[in-house]
């Protein structure tokens, strides 16, 4: 068994001759939080979309435990475990956040079309949907609707939604984008928490996150991978530093 998860070999992605993503090969290694940085443009959103199948690469392959998935179907790729959280679309607003986790489970289970299932096999999936929820610590919100949720109880329900599918890699998708200090240390927590016996791969653009949570750090900036390494060294590579400079996250840097 490969230590690598996941790992992509010259992955490409020109749209109309801009190369948007070029040539990047990134190895995750099997039960690290691995973090994708860079500057505004830097083409981690694009990386991002081709690793989770969203767009197909101009050229290059995507592999994952060591199979090669990179024309494989989304969904196909879920089923082996591989599953990216979605931002708050991914929740029904109008159903309580115990419907939300139950129509995961659901999925997991392939019955999404049985809605006569029997009252014995929901109150099963009530369970472990509660279970989900404790582990995410929003047990006590189960009844609640999900629209009338904070912002960052949201994301952690999106979260506890992706946990029903089982991943052994999780993709998260700038986890506290948009969240106040509060919801931020709450969702880094949540996050350290569910990364046991699991890989997270996340694009973040709080820097102080990535120093907080992650163990390995890839630099992209004009669509390559400019550095990688621990925290420590990227943040004291001069190129890393340049490549911020001009950009609004500079001032995260310098934490």
Known sequence: MSEFILETRGLSKNFKGFAAVSDVSLKVRRGSIH????PNGAGKTTFFNLVT???PPSSGTIHFKGEDITHEAPAVSARRGFVRSFQ???TF???SVLENVRIGLQRKLGTELHFWKSEKSL???NDEAMALLDEVGLGRFAD????EMSYGRKRALEIATTLALEPELMLL???TQGMGQEDISRVVDLIRKVSANRTILMVEHNLSVVADLCDRITVLTRGSVLAEGSYDEV???PQVLEAYVGSDDMSDAHH
């Open 35 to 38: 973090a994708l940085i860079g």
């Open 53 to 55: 199948k969203f767009l």
């Open 88 to 90: 708050i679309s991914a």
């Open 93 to 95: 607003p109008h159903l």
């Open 123 to 125: 109150s099963k999936l």
């Open 144 to 147: 609640t609707t999900t629209a």
């Open 173 to 175: 998708d700038e986890p």
């Open 235 to 237: 943040s004291k590579n």
